[in-house]
T-cell receptor, first 111, second 114 residues
Framework: QQQVKQSPQSLIVQKGGISIINCAYE??????FPWYQQFPGKGPALLIA?????SEKKEGRFTISFNKSAKQFSLHIMDSQPGDSATYFC??????????FGEGTQLTVNP | NAGVMQNPRHLVRRRGQEARLRCSPM?????VYWYRQLPEEGLKFMVY????????ESGMPKERFSAEFPKEGPSILRIQQVVRGDSAAYFC????????????FGQGTRLTVV
């Protein structure tokens, strides 16, 4: 019940395209859903996060869509750029607890 | 304001030796989390500590692994009698006094057991 399922495992997008990564969870006690970006050899860095009281959050080219009834959330990267090529992790957390991560999506944006 | 500092960045140990990984949280952060990342895999929770207390160690292997976060100094993840399967990247994250609206990760320590 603590798992977070992430898909796809890898994604190739052309420059300027839209990258979409999906996550699903079971534990309805989760109340914080961040996305992390990780470049090779680096630590994960927080990209954008959402709480379940809103259905969408946008920051620049990055948007989280959240569907509470379906227990799913997704990351959309608009106008994808080669510099966005990285591994993306969704995560979920209950207050006062710790993050549970998805398995990661390796995104490649071709020039 | 320096970020989460982990050292060493790379650590090579022979089988049977001890590995000590250090993590200094961001200034003002009193919550520390350790995660392990195997190659091509996601981050797996190991342990959650506050100053001088272990809050959740449900992800820690029962043997050979221990963690502490003393009143003074960095948090330490200690692996005794390392085996090849311990080879991984170990990441530390910290969050402010009230957990956990935003966790900041260090650059990680890449442990190689030969």
């Amino acid at each position: 019940q603590q798992q977070v399922k992430q898909s796809p495992q890898s994604l190739i997008v052309q420059k300027g395209g839209i990258s979409i990564i999906n996550c699903a969870y079971e534990n309805t006690a989760f109340d914080y859903f961040p996305w992390y970006q990780q470049f090779p050899g680096k630590g994960p860095a927080l990209l954008i996060a959402i709480r379940p009281d809103v259905s969408e959050k946008k920051e620049g080219r990055f948007t989280i869509s959240f569907n509470k009834s379906a227990k799913q959330f997704s990351l959309h990267i608009m106008d994808s750029q080669p510099g966005d090529s990285a591994t993306y992790f969704c995560a979920a957390e209950t207050s006062g607890s710790r993050l549970t991560f998805g398995e990661g999506t390796q995104l490649t944006v071709n020039p | 304001n320096a970020g989460v500092m982990q050292n060493p960045r790379h650590l090579v140990r022979r089988r049977g030796q001890e590995a000590r990984l250090r993590c200094s949280p961001m200034k003002g952060h009193s919550h520390v989390y350790w995660y392990r990342q195997l190659p091509e895999e996601g981050l797996k929770f190991m342990v959650y500590l506050q100053k001088e207390n272990i809050i959740d160690e449900s992800g820690m292997p029962k043997e050979r692994f221990s963690a502490e976060f003393p009143k003074e100094g960095p948090s330490i993840l200690r692996i005794q009698q390392v085996v090849r399967g311990d080879s991984a990247a170990y990441f530390c994250a910290s969050s402010p006094t009230f957990p956990n609206t935003e966790a900041f990760f260090g650059q990680g320590t890449r442990l190689t057991v030969v």
